[in-house]
């Protein structure tokens, strides 16, 4: 009796916890400030695309082919806020934040659009993540935010569908605390292709990812990407690692 009490009352202060949540939002991941995701932090989230300079270990590596990549734009370079937001993204108690994240893509892709370097009718493309990793996450955070960005462009009348199409293979090791050279070995041509998420045949496709490091994760999707006889029209990530590119 005495446990079927202390059960009755977690579940009545989990639903309290659950209904404070929805009133009381939780601090900001970027600045522990009013959350979501503030403003002031979703600021450095709004200038335009910049194109990124991509080291070149992923040029030379993940193939026999050498690979011209195509066009790489970052929305930031990895610093707070946008590094404490992502980090916050990945773990259960925060699967919120990819949503916000992912209306910053959108932004991003609308001012690409209006830049004429990315065509009006693209499909999204998730970076590919270890299956086992996304689901020990609670999801694939990469997805949310690919949803949110194609219901963002949606909602200013411009179509966008999310092809969750890649996925690295079983035996590819979760990516986090490798370093550049380990980055590369373990994904090479490892992502696989996934039909059931697969956009229309010849589609031009943007692949979205939150943070650029050494590349490795971009050129291998790319590379499967176009195996498949897709057009990569480019790849939008939140935050990169390598410095940009200056001349755009
Ligand atoms: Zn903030």
């Known amino acids: 009796m005495a446990s079927d009490r202390l059960t009755a009352r977690g579940l009545v202060l989990g639903g309290v916890a659950a209904a404070m949540d929805l009133v009381l939002p939780r601090p900001c991941p970027g600045c522990g400030g009013p959350g979501p995701w503030c403003c002031s932090c979703d600021s450095t989230l709004a200038g335009r695309p910049r194109r990124v300079r991509m080291p070149e270990l992923v040029a030379c590596r993940g193939g026999s082919a050498r690979l011209t990549l195509p066009p790489v734009w970052a929305l930031s370079r990895y610093t707070d806020p946008v590094r404490s937001a992502i980090l916050a993204g990945k773990e259960r108690e925060r ?22 370097v990315l065509p009006e009718a693209c499909w999204l493309v998730p970076a590919p993540s270890r299956r086992a990793a996304a689901r020990s996450r609670g999801g694939d955070p990469v997805t949310a935010m690919a949803r949110a960005a194609a219901r963002h462009l949606a909602a200013g009348g411009r179509a966008a569908g999310v092809a969750p199409c ?39 496709v943007l692949v ?41």
């Open 166 to 204: 890649l996925v690295t293979a079983g035996s590819a090791r979760d990516s986090v605390g490798l370093d550049a050279a380990q980055r590369a070995a373990n994904l090479g041509d490892r992502v696989r292709w996934r039909s059931s998420g697969a956009p229309p045949e010849g589609a031009v």
């Open 95 to 116: 699967r919120d934040v990819p949503a916000h994240l992912g209306v910053a893509l959108g932004r991003g892709i609308a001012r690409l659009q209006a830049m004429q």
């Open 208 to 248: 979205l990812d939150d943070v650029l490091t050494t590349g490795a994760t971009t050129t291998a999707a790319c590379r499967a990407l176009r195996r498949e006889g897709l057009v990569v029209g480019g790849v939008l990530v939140l935050a990169a690692v390598p410095p940009w590119v200056t001349t755009r």
